[in-house]
């Protein structure tokens, strides 16, 4: 394991400092737009902006990559994201932005594809396991390092916009000076929701659902902490407290959704969930520490799900799992493009508690569709692959997972839990 760390190191230190500074953009450019004055409707309109790109990365990406390569993909990326970073400071204009998000976007669909399949390639087959997990803990912790910046200086600022730029313009030495072999393609995003409904609708709807509600946090959170009276470092640790329980509760509750049917557990993260957003619309207030609590237990029950419904329509298809991914995470990004520009109309109208007033109703539509699918369809599961904590980044991670057979189990039924 430690040669084989060794081996993949400047792929995992390229993507350490790339997310340090894009988890600093995530954060701070809702804060700066909210500085320029603009309504909390065109900040919605720009996180939507930014998964639209995504998607459309992720289609257009893996033809350039087999025209180019991976080493000059990534540079161009890399160079893309850096130069619309410092366009989003020099320009005030929304029109102007809603380009540039989408550009982002498009940019670090392919950067986390090119990293992806790039150690996928360098891995032995009996490690991509534990590389998969290096690999998310490295990107998790990268992306809480870069909250910790939004407290230096004001948003309005230009020069944490340049900072975040700085150090993903970083990132491109330790890929430049990499020894790695490139491989020579990336598996293209083959979005079939229909084909992926057969096997599990709760995977097609759930995943949807928890777009919605992870789009919205990543696009408008911080102006929750705003409307709380948080500053720069206390939204750092808000954003900060989301995401380590979204990481801390990854294992667990996969391990758990081994032991028994994957939709309870997903059903089960919704209903919590709506919980959590419940508490934080009626009780956190002024609390700075009850907001913290609430983001904790909010990152804690939204961000495995898009893990879990992999893992479930996987569990009743023989598909390919990248195959299964990529239908998976575009549906995800699709409640991603629609969930900020609700959310926003919600908090014009309700102020920063409407946030969690939309998050009651996201989670609760998913909690519901997936009680009602468990009520339809009673049956056991039978986990022919275990869990694996898959980060929300692109499909190609999935090629790091050890797969082995996926049963197709007998019956209409059985395809369409």
């Given amino acids: ?234 939204i750092g640790l808000m954003m900060a407290a989301a995401i380590v329980g979204g990481a801390l509760i990854q294992l667990p509750v996969g391990r758990l959704s081994d032991h028994m049917d994957r939709r309870k557990v997903i059903a089960g993260l919704f209903v919590l969930g709506a919980v959590a957003s419940l508490a934080g619309w009626l009780l956190v207030g002024d609390s700075r520490a009850a907001l913290f609590a609430v983001m904790f237990c909010f990152g804690a029950t939204t961000m495995p799900i898009y893990a879990l419904c992999i893992a479930t329509a996987s569990d009743n298809s023989d598909l390919p799992l990248i195959q299964i991914a990529s239908s998976i995470l575009i549906m995800n990004s699709l409640g991603s493009i629609l969930g900020p520009v609700l959310v926003a109309q919600v908090m014009a109208a309700m102020g920063g508690g409407g946030f969690f007033v939309f998050a009651i109703a996201g989670m609760g539509l998913g909690g519901l569709w997936a009680l009602y699918r468990i009520a339809v369809i009673e049956r056991p599961r039978h986990h022919d692959q275990p869990f694996t904590a898959v980060p929300r980044t692109s499909f190609v991670a999935t090629e790091l997972v050890d797969e082995g057979p996926v049963a197709a189990e007998e019956g209409d039924g059985a395809q369409r839990a």
Avoid at 110 to 134: C, F, K, Q, T
Avoid at 156 to 168: E, H, K, T
Avoid at 174 to 203: E, H, M, N, Y
């Fill in 1 to 234: 394991m430690t040669q084989t760390l060794g081996r993949v190191s400047t792929l995992l230190l390229a993507v350490a400092i790339l997310l340090v500074g894009h988890g600093l953009q995530l954060s701070l450019l809702p804060m700066r737009a909210e500085a320029l004055g603009w309504s909390t409707g065109a900040i919605g309109a720009t996180g939507s902006a930014y998964f639209l790109g995504f998607v459309i990365g992720c289609v257009v990406i893996p033809s350039i990559v087999s025209r180019v390569h991976h080493i000059r993909t990534f540079m161009a990326l890399a160079t893309l994201a850096t130069v619309v970073l410092l366009g989003l400071g020099l320009f005030d204009s929304v029109w102007a932005w809603l380009v540039l998000r989408a550009g982002t976007g498009f940019a670090f669909a392919g950067l986390y594809m090119v990293i992806e399949s790039w150690l996928n390639e360098a891995s032995p087959v009996d490690r991509r396991g534990s590389i998969l997990a290096v690999y998310t803990m490295i990107s998790l912790l990268a992306m809480v390092l870069g909250q910790s910046f939004l407290g230096l200086t004001e948003p309005a600022d230009l020069r944490l916009v340049m900072g975040a730029a700085f150090i993903m313009g970083i990132a491109v030495i330790p890929i430049g000076l990499t020894p790695i072999a490139a491989p020579q393609d990336i598996p293209r995003a083959r979005f079939s929701p229909r084909v992926i409904g057969r096997a599990s609708r709760v995977a097609v709807v759930c995943a949807f659902c928890g777009g919605l509600v992870t789009g919205s946090f990543w696009s408008v959170g911080p102006l929750v902490g705003r409307a709380h009276g948080l500053d720069g470092t206390d």
